[in-house]
């Protein structure tokens, strides 16, 4: 595999392009990203507890993150502890180390290992909900730190995925190992389910449900059967779409616009695909991922994808070319784990601007690191 550095270029920026090449190359000077580490989060703790951060999520107003994992934890950070280092210039700037017991604002201790998180829409930041390897679905009271409603329909089996819409009233659905996608009303308790779909014929795991965050009626699934479904959710039978071309799990799926889709898999790519007609439009590739949840997050103001990698590095593409547009590797912090077999488990990109951007990454030892990046212009 190649060693990237944190300036790598997108393919093909040659000197001299050709007449057709023009306008393309100009595009993609355009369109380059600085990116650099600003703050790592790790913890001084020599335990020997596994700390994979799992998901990662800002809340709806981007001035809060929560992250979760095996430790059965629910962090809770502000977005301005994670980023005290903000400004620099002459091209220098310091890296902020922080501890998780001191730059988190508060934590809350689940009863099982997370494996989702999602911030239900309409509550003001104060509702987090939580899918766990329990089959469980919580939702927390982040202002009184207790759970205020639970679901449990799953048969004890693992949930990998929780996700709510943007209607009133708000709906949500949760996707397991039992191979089923529930859909319920927040407002009710747990005896019933709006709807129950198996989208694979063989019952393989539903790893991963997503509503179309543009208020369509939409919603996306993948499954362990190497395929993404999307269906109508006025009528949830079969589904409408069927994204086929995934070679193994399809682990995330993630709305880049209204017209398309993003979908990861343990082939070790990601493909994204027109949702009119649920065709191939670009494979991306040059991440490591062969049998682990690496996270995926898109940043749909700048279309860039963001997703880890077994090679315990974080990828950065840009939704027009197939190879990654930057690479950075995480390197060794965490005194937990042997960092040998590490690997980037879970990323997220904070939703705001055009001209600069934050991802946050979690790694498999439980480390946070928070990357700014500045677009930058090249006049020719």
């Not at 979760?68 to 210039?89: D, F, M, Q, T, V």
């Not at 001209?355 to 990357?371: I, K, M, N, P, R």
Request: with cysteine; hydrophobic share 30%; proline share 4%.
């Amino acid at each position: 595999m190649k060693n990237f550095s944190t300036d790598f270029l997108p393919p093909n920026c040659k000197e001299g392009p050709s007449p057709e090449q023009e306008n393309i190359e100009e595009e993609r000077a355009r369109c380059e990203w600085n990116l650099r580490l600003t703050t790592i989060v790790s913890s001084s703790s020599t335990g020997t507890v596994s700390d994979t951060l799992g998901v990662i999520e800002f809340d709806p107003s981007d001035t809060v993150v929560a992250t979760g994992g095996i430790a059965r934890k629910i962090r809770i950070y502000n977005s301005s502890s994670l980023l005290p280092n903000e400004g620099y210039h002459g091209g220098h700037h310091d890296i902020a180390l922080l501890d998780h017991a001191t730059a988190c604002d508060y934590y809350i201790c689940t009863p099982a290992k997370l494996s989702s998180l999602k911030w239900k829409p309409g509550s003001g930041g104060r509702v987090l909900g939580s899918g766990d390897y329990d089959g469980v679905v919580t939702e927390y009271d982040l202002e009184r730190k207790v759970p205020v409603f639970e679901r449990d329909e799953h048969g004890g089996r693992r949930i990998w995925s929780v996700d709510y819409s943007r209607w009133d009233p708000v709906v949500g659905a949760s996707g397991s190992d039992d191979g089923t996608v529930h859909m319920w009303d927040p407002r009710c308790d747990g005896s019933q389910s709006l709807a129950i779909v198996r989208p694979s014929v063989t019952c393989s795991s539903v790893c991963c449900v997503e509503f179309d965050p543009f208020g369509g009626a939409l919603v996306a699934v993948g499954c362990a059967d190497k395929k993404a479904y999307g269906y109508d959710i006025r009528k949830m039978v079969d589904p409408i779409l069927v994204f086929d071309g995934h070679r193994k799990t399809v682990t995330y799926v993630k709305f880049l616009d209204s017209h398309t889709i993003v979908s990861s898999g343990i082939d070790g790519c990601l493909k994204l695909w027109n949702v009119n007609d649920s065709r191939l439009i670009r494979t991306y590739s040059g991440h490591v991922n062969s049998r682990s949840f690496v996270g995926l997050s898109v940043w749909r103001n700048g279309g860039l994808l963001g997703c880890g990698s077994e090679s315990n590095q974080v990828f950065v593409y840009d939704k027009r070319w197939s190879e990654p547009i930057w690479v950075y590797g995480f390197g060794t912090v965490s005194r937990n784990l042997d960092c040998e077999n590490g690997f980037v488990s879970s990323v997220c990109w904070r939703h705001v601007g055009e001209e600069q951007c934050t991802l946050v990454a979690g790694g498999s030892d439980g480390v946070l690191q928070v990357f700014v990046g500045t677009r930058r212009s090249i006049s020719h």
